[in-house]
């Protein structure tokens, strides 16, 4: 799987767009760009997936360049609950599609 | 519903000691993950079960570690003669399929301290 870099932390005003990036320089056309996050004492939760195109759900959108060489997951108005480490995964479509490969993540704080 | 359920959530235990973890994945997943989180860490890979057939083990760290899937539905991971370097957070996880754009669904863990 393609490796992933994330920043290690990040801070975000409450009420404010949370942007956070992902560089993936090393993806394949058949990789999936997935994102989770993991709240302190909690287990990770899937937020968002994409492969070639921009994606919107109800918790997030994700932005990923033309050449998907890297993405942006944005929480539009972040609140207190959104501070988590966020995991931004690329995932095979190939042989051993069932794994996520976590690194560290980058760790989000949102600020009153 | 009801989404992936762990027991115990906390247990210490004492070293040379044998523990016993229990998932309950989401009804009706047929993929079922184990994942071991060091404190600060990512989730790391321990094992992957599809049904009752446990078709990737590569990274269960030692012959220690055993996990089970009998009727394909409750997983358990067994240590045995629990060492301090195995205190972690073990995650269970499922999926409905065991396809690249089947989001795994994670359970909060059990914390697992050996003194």
């Known amino acids: 799987d393609a490796k992933t870099t994330q920043p290690t932390s990040m801070d975000c005003a409450e009420g404010r767009a949370a942007n956070l990036p992902c560089n993936h320089s090393?993806?394949?056309?058949?990789?999936?760009v997935y994102w989770y996050r993991q709240i302190h004492s909690q287990g990770p939760q899937y937020i968002i997936d994409?492969?070639?195109n921009n994606e919107t759900n109800e918790m997030a959108s994700l932005i990923i360049t033309e050449d998907r060489k890297s993405s942006t997951l944005i929480l539009p108005h972040a609140t207190l609950r959104d501070t988590a480490v966020y995991y931004c995964i690329v995932r095979t479509s190939g042989a051993g599609s069932y794994q996520l490969t976590f690194g560290k993540g980058t760790k989000l704080s949102v600020i009153p | 519903g009801a989404g992936v359920s762990q027991s115990p959530r906390y247990k210490v235990a004492k070293r040379g000691q044998d523990v016993a973890l229990r998932c309950d994945p989401i009804s009706g997943h047929v993929s079922l993950f184990w994942y071991q989180q060091a404190l600060g860490q990512g989730p790391e890979f321990l094992t992957y079960?599809?049904?009752?057939?446990?078709?990737?083990k590569s990274g269960l760290p030692s012959d220690r570690f055993f996990a089970e899937r009998p009727e394909g539905s409750v997983s358990t991971l067994k240590i045995q003669r629990t060492q301090q370097e195995d205190s972690a957070v073990y995650l269970c996880?499922?999926?409905?399929?065991?396809?690249?754009?089947?989001?795994?669904?994670f359970g909060n863990g059990t914390r697992l301290t050996v003194t």
């Open positions: 090393t993806i394949s056309g058949n990789e999936y």
């Open positions: 994409c492969l070639k």
């Open positions: 996880a499922s999926s409905f399929r065991s396809s690249y754009n089947s989001p795994l669904h």
């Open positions: 079960f599809q049904n009752e057939a446990q078709l990737d």
